[in-house]
């Protein structure tokens, strides 16, 4: 018997599964995924065998570097992401917390020299026990994901 | 023979290696014993305050002069164009790095320093960053522990005061904990460590303890590190409260080990009574005249080739 998918399938494109339910649509916006007019399915709260409920996106013409993965890490450790081509899977790989986040947030500290000066805002994350932080390289202040506005 | 800092950045205590570290306490104890007057002789250094520190500046400014270096450069960032003109910190320290062969700097915004090595031809010292980093302050601190037990290894260091905003505290508790050194922080609890800072201790197996008051401690100890408890940070009552339970003063000195030295970052205001001046634990002033070699120390490692690794 042929399993039935819970969200329509893709030609070509991007899958990105195993997302902690909640996290989809914040992932949509921190990524501007929604702002390409490319064609988009979201699935929220799907069931996931007999783990929690999870969030998933499929978005056509679209492939993910593996950068944009690795900062996916930040909502959804545990997300797996599929490239597919002709309807197959033609990669699939697990994310991974960088060592690094540079552009994407801002410092927090806001008399970190990072704010005024030509340079991109830099991070080095650190992980330890699930608790993932981010240690800016200028002001050397260390945040607690939770704490950049980028990420609600 | 080169030595691992020569044209290097000094930005923060914790890009330094313990032998970094060994190394620099050792030359400065070199250069104290005998003076090099002519090490820097036609090298320029530029003292770069965009902020006003006199103390931290007459120091810089003093070792390129003990080592025979000239020195150009601002007290304050008032009158400089960074100040009047909008001009970019990346941008003066183009322009600054390529007049001098070494510049250290104070800023008031946290990074600055990290910022200006990334941007700078020559070598850059942080002579302090906002509320981030001092490091050069942990080097004299280091050396005059050295210098009055030593060695680094394995001794018994207690903090007094205001250890929740004093960078010192937190910089020097970072530097010794790669020796095995045993810390024992006294403070009222609105000034205690905080606890990021523990729980980083906890992480490198640094053995730790708090109390609230000098009893049960002070004969334990090799060296007594005392703050300032700043005034600002309570009402009147409770300053007056919390200050007299962390006054040193000579009586309390009686029954201490031999060796135990007091520290101090100074400025004092009461925290110690003059009475503890005359006693042979008394080390600040000399702390502060460290602060010379240890810049000296410093420059002439990342400006010259003439120390190696030991």
Same mark, same amino acid.
């Given at each position: 018997?042929?399993?039935?998918?819970?969200?329509?399938?893709?030609?070509?494109?991007?899958?990105?599964?195993?997302?902690?339910?909640?996290?989809?649509?914040?992932?949509?916006?921190?990524?501007?995924?929604?702002?390409?007019?490319?064609?988009?399915?979201?699935?929220?709260?799907?069931?996931?065998?007999?783990?929690?409920?999870?969030?998933?996106?499929?978005?056509?013409?679209?492939?993910?570097?593996?950068?944009?993965?690795?900062?996916?890490?930040?909502?959804?450790?545990?997300?797996?992401?599929?490239?597919?081509?002709?309807?197959?899977?033609?990669?699939?790989?697990?994310?991974?917390?960088?060592?690094?986040?540079?552009?994407?947030?801002?410092?927090?500290?806001?008399?970190?020299?990072?704010?005024?000066?030509?340079?991109?805002?830099?991070?080095?994350?650190?992980?330890?026990?699930?608790?993932?932080?981010?240690?800016?390289?200028?002001?050397?202040?260390?945040?607690?994901?939770?704490?950049?506005?980028?990420?609600? | 023979?080169?030595?691992?800092?020569?044209?290097?950045?000094?930005?923060?205590?914790?890009?330094?290696?313990?032998?970094?570290?060994?190394?620099?306490?050792?030359?400065?104890?070199?250069?104290?014993?005998?003076?090099?007057?002519?090490?820097?002789?036609?090298?320029?250094?530029?003292?770069?305050?965009?902020?006003?520190?006199?103390?931290?500046?007459?120091?810089?400014?003093? !070792?390129?002069?003990?080592?025979?270096?000239? @020195? $150009?450069?601002?007290? *304050? =960032?008032? +009158?400089?164009?960074?100040? #009047?003109?909008?001009?970019?910190?990346?941008?003066?320290?183009?322009?600054?790095?390529?007049?001098?062969?070494?510049?250290?700097?104070?800023?008031?915004?946290?990074?600055?320093?990290?910022? !200006?090595?990334?941007?700078?031809?020559?070598? @850059? $010292?942080?002579?302090? *960053? =906002?509320? +981030?980093?001092?490091?050069? #302050?942990?080097?004299?601190?280091?050396?005059?522990?050295?210098?009055?037990?030593?060695?680094?290894?394995?001794?018994?260091?207690?903090?007094?005061?205001?250890?929740?905003?004093?960078?010192?505290?937190?910089?020097?508790?970072?530097?010794?904990?790669?020796?095995?050194?045993?810390?024992?922080?006294?403070?009222?609890?609105?000034?205690?460590?905080?606890?990021?800072?523990?729980?980083?201790?906890?992480?490198?197996?640094?053995?730790?303890?708090?109390?609230?008051?000098?009893?049960?401690?002070?004969?334990?100890?090799?060296?007594?590190?005392?703050?300032?408890?700043?005034?600002?940070?309570?009402?009147?009552?409770?300053?007056?409260?919390?200050?007299?339970?962390?006054?040193?003063?000579?009586?309390?000195?009686?029954?201490?080990?031999?060796?135990?030295?007091?520290?101090?970052?100074?400025?004092?205001?009461?925290?110690?009574?003059?009475?503890?001046?005359?006693?042979?634990?008394?080390?600040?002033?000399?702390?502060?005249?460290?602060?010379?070699?240890?810049?000296?120390?410093?420059?002439?490692?990342?400006?010259?080739?003439?120390?190696?690794?030991?």
């Amino acid at each position: 018997m042929k399993k039935q998918l819970q969200v329509e399938a893709i030609q070509h494109g991007t899958v990105i599964d195993h997302i902690p339910a909640g996290q989809g649509i914040k992932i949509l916006k921190f990524f501007h995924l929604a702002d390409d007019n490319k064609r988009i399915t979201v699935g929220l709260n799907l069931p996931s065998g007999n783990r929690p409920n999870k969030d998933l996106i499929k978005i056509e013409d679209t492939t993910f570097s593996e950068e944009q993965a690795n900062q996916l890490a930040l909502f959804a450790p545990n997300a797996t992401v599929n490239l597919i081509n002709e309807f197959d899977v033609v990669k699939k790989f697990k994310v991974a917390l960088p060592e690094q986040i540079t552009r994407v947030f801002a410092c927090p500290n806001s008399n970190c020299i990072s704010h005024n000066e030509p340079v991109d805002s830099r991070f080095h994350v650190r992980s330890n026990d699930g608790d993932t932080k981010l240690k800016c390289h200028y002001c050397e202040k260390s945040y607690s994901t939770n704490l950049f506005s980028e990420l609600d | 023979m080169t030595n691992p800092l020569y044209q290097k950045h000094i930005v923060s205590i914790a890009d330094l290696s313990r032998a970094e570290l060994e190394l620099i306490v050792e030359t400065a104890g070199k250069i104290k014993d005998q003076p090099r007057p002519e090490l820097l002789k036609n090298k320029v250094v530029a003292s770069c305050f965009f902020e006003a520190s006199t103390r931290t500046r007459l120091s810089f400014e003093t !070792a390129v002069q003990r080592l025979g270096g000239s @020195v $150009i450069g601002f007290p *304050d =960032g008032g +009158n400089t164009s960074l100040g #009047q003109k909008g001009e970019t910190l990346a941008d003066s320290v183009k322009i600054i790095s390529s007049y001098s062969d070494a510049f250290f700097m104070r800023h008031p915004q946290e990074g600055a320093a990290r910022l !200006a090595s990334e941007f700078s031809s020559v070598p @850059v $010292i942080n002579g302090g *960053d =906002g509320s +981030n980093q001092h490091p050069t #302050q942990t080097l004299l601190d280091l050396f005059s522990i050295y210098e009055t037990q030593g060695s680094l290894e394995g001794l018994q260091v207690a903090f007094v005061g205001d250890l929740k905003y004093g960078r010192t505290v937190h910089s020097l508790t970072q530097a010794l904990s790669l020796f095995g050194c045993e810390f024992h922080f006294i403070a009222p609890k609105a000034l205690a460590m905080p606890d990021y800072l523990l729980e980083e201790l906890r992480e490198k197996g640094v053995k730790y303890t708090e109390h609230d008051g000098f009893d049960g401690v002070i004969d334990q100890v090799d060296i007594l590190y005392m703050t300032r408890v700043q005034k600002e940070r309570f009402d009147e009552t409770e300053y007056q409260h919390i200050k007299s339970s962390f006054i040193l003063s000579a009586d309390l000195l009686e029954g201490v080990k031999s060796n135990l030295k007091v520290l101090h970052p100074l400025p004092r205001v009461d925290e110690i009574t003059t009475d503890v001046d005359a006693t042979p634990y008394a080390y600040y002033f000399e702390q502060a005249r460290n602060g010379v070699f240890a810049r000296q120390a410093l420059l002439a490692l990342v400006m010259t080739n003439e120390f190696g690794a030991a």
